[in-house]
């Protein structure tokens, strides 16, 4: 029943900007933490930034001052703003939420993945 979705992904030019989002639908308990992921073509799955449900957050050292991640608790939706983007940041972006279900019982969600191209 609970499905994430991400979205917003696409084709920019080497210090463009993006705006990805990612939604949770379905009957759920609450949305606690949640984050950003990439994928490179021949490459391992990196974290990017996450953020808790209070706000605090974190991010990968390749992306610091550059992308900003941020939610809105009563929309159950998060955001990750890409600025100055690279060629390095073309990958496949992900969103995962922490989704409880009930009281106690939180498990992992994934989106199903959107496309970042940064080319001339």
């Known amino acids: 029943q609970v499905q994430v979705v991400d979205s917003g992904g696409g084709l920019v030019q080497p210090g463009g900007s993006l705006r990805l989002s990612c939604a949770v639908s379905?009957?759920?308990?609450?949305?606690?933490?949640m984050g950003w992921y990439r994928q490179a073509p021949g490459k391992q799955r990196e974290l990017v930034a996450t953020?808790?449900?209070?706000?605090?957050?974190n991010y990968a050292d390749s992306v610091k001052g550059r992308f900003t991640i941020s939610r809105d608790n009563a929309k159950n939706t998060g955001y990750l703003q890409m600025n100055s983007l690279k060629p390095e940041d073309t990958a496949v972006y992900y969103c995962?939420?922490?989704?409880?279900?009930?009281?106690?019982?939180?498990?992992?969600?994934w989106g199903q993945g959107t496309q970042v191209t940064v080319s001339s």
């Open positions: 995962k939420m922490a989704i409880a279900r009930s009281f106690y019982l939180t498990d992992d969600y």
């Open positions: 379905g009957s759920i308990f609450s949305v606690n933490a």
């Open positions: 953020i808790t449900r209070n706000g605090n957050t």
